[in-house]
């Protein structure tokens, strides 16, 4: 089944999950030609290893702990803490608990 994105001015739960007996689920909430927004659910020791996308995002973290890597430096976020990465520029994630992080990508128009 295919996961629902959001539509203009419709409200979203970062808790809830597309079926709400079981857990949250990394999914892009939002799609469009102008930016994606997704939640990711990381499990305490989860990685995403280091990459890159060709517009700037933020990285919002809503529930537990993570470290970032970017700009070649480990940071640690907490709840509640936002992060800025430039277009281009490598990061990865390691979950040091069970954590909910939004991400907004900013897509840049064709050239």
Known sequence: MALKHAKSAEVVS?????????????????SSP???LMRLILKAGKEL???AVAGPITL????GS?????GGVWQTMSESDLMY?????????HALTDAIV?????????R
């Open 34 to 36: 102008e930016i994606e």
């Open 60 to 63: 919002y973290c809503h529930q």
């Open 49 to 51: 290893p280091p990459h």
């Open 66 to 70: 993570v470290e970032v890597r970017a």
């Open 85 to 93: 990465v430039e277009g281009g520029a490598e990061h990865a994630l």
């Open 102 to 110: 939004l991400v907004t990508i900013f897509r840049l128009p064709d």
């Open 14 to 30: 970062l808790l809830s999950s597309v079926d709400s007996s079981q857990a949250p689920i990394s999914q892009a909430l939002v």
